[in-house]
């Protein structure tokens, strides 16, 4: 089995600034692997250790991302990618997805992909079914418990209702729920590896997507403003169960 897994550094911060277009300010701040990654790259790496199968590790972002797919490498991935040209800054979910699909389809076949179900930077969980779409594959977001059989997928996907299971042929796509699987640690085996891994970068140029099609250029939707939530201490009262029925209607 050849799987997939989509990759995002996010800001370990909730404090985040903006710059004047409204991008990020992600310099300066600390980075880590998406929190709903984690569980698209645990189930990645127990289907590859089940299936005897390769797993490749595909992000998008600039140089430092590297000691992230790193130490990807050190908890058991046989390869990692690296989207990097200034083409790509700034690019919204559409726009992320169509560069996703570029470089997948650069890759080769494929059996899996597996996603976080949403970036905790963002909040959208579109990039999955977007990728999904364009790939002209089944996609089941929201998935807390994966099980392959064959050329089938069981997925068990959390719902507002409770629990859905479902089934897809593959090749699908399935996003992950942040506490889904846990994550393995490194090995000694593989921080040896990790350090010196070869990291495949990729232009636009190396997955032949047009610029236009990519980063902010490729973006239909624009952020033109933001404003921070406001965590002030609220007045409250105290109210006993007779006060309460003379207060309401």
């Known amino acids: 089995m050849k799987i997939i897994v989509c990759v995002k550094q996010v800001p370990d911060t909730?404090?985040?600034?903006?710059?004047?277009?409204?991008?990020?300010?992600?310099?300066?701040?600390?980075?880590?692997?998406?929190?709903?990654?984690?569980?698209?790259?645990?189930?990645?790496?127990?289907?590859?250790?089940?299936?005897?199968?390769?797993?490749?590790?595909?992000?998008?972002?600039?140089a430092r991302v590297q000691k992230m797919l790193r130490e990807i490498i050190?908890?058991?991935?046989?390869?990692a990618y690296q989207l990097t040209d200034s083409a790509f800054a700034g690019a919204d979910t559409?726009?992320?997805?169509?560069?996703?699909k570029a470089a997948i389809n650069k890759l080769g076949a494929y059996d899996l992909?597996?996603?976080?179900?949403r970036a905790a930077?963002?909040?959208?969980?579109?990039?999955?079914?977007?990728?999904?779409?364009?790939?002209?594959?089944?996609?089941v977001t929201n998935a807390v418990h994966v099980q392959v059989d064959g050329p089938q997928a069981q997925v068990a996907q959390l719902t507002e209702e409770g629990l859905q299971n479902w089934q897809c042929n593959l090749p699908s796509l399935i996003t992950l729920c942040e506490w889904s699987y846990r994550l393995r640690l490194p090995s000694f085996a593989g921080l040896k590896q990790a350090r010196?891994?070869?990291?495949?970068?990729?232009?636009?140029?190396?997955?032949?997507?047009?610029?236009?099609?990519?980063?902010?250029?490729?973006?239909?939707?624009?952020?033109v403003g933001a404003n921070a939530r406001n965590l002030g201490i609220r007045e409250c009262?105290?109210?006993?169960?007779?006060k309460l029925l003379e207060i309401l209607p």
């Not at 645990?42 to 992000?59: F, I, K, N």
């Not at 992909?113 to 179900?117: D, E, V």
Request: hydrophobic share 40%; glycine share 10%.
């Open 14 to 62: 909730m404090d985040v600034k903006f710059n004047d277009d409204f991008t990020l300010q992600r310099d300066h701040i600390a980075q880590i692997l998406n929190p709903a990654d984690e569980s698209a790259l645990e189930l990645g790496l127990a289907l590859r250790d089940e299936t005897c199968g390769t797993l490749s590790v595909l992000t998008m972002g600039p």
């Open 74 to 79: 050190s908890r058991g991935a046989d390869k």
């Open 94 to 100: 559409l726009a992320t997805a169509r560069t996703l």
């Open 113 to 117: 992909i597996l996603c976080g179900r």
């Open 121 to 139: 930077d963002g909040e959208t969980g579109q990039v999955g079914p977007m990728l999904a779409s364009l790939m002209d594959i089944a996609c």
């Open 196 to 223: 010196d891994a070869e990291i495949t970068q990729l232009t636009h140029s190396d997955i032949g997507i047009e610029k236009s099609a990519t980063g902010i250029k490729g973006s239909p939707t624009r952020v």
């Open 237 to 242: 009262h105290m109210v006993d169960v007779s």
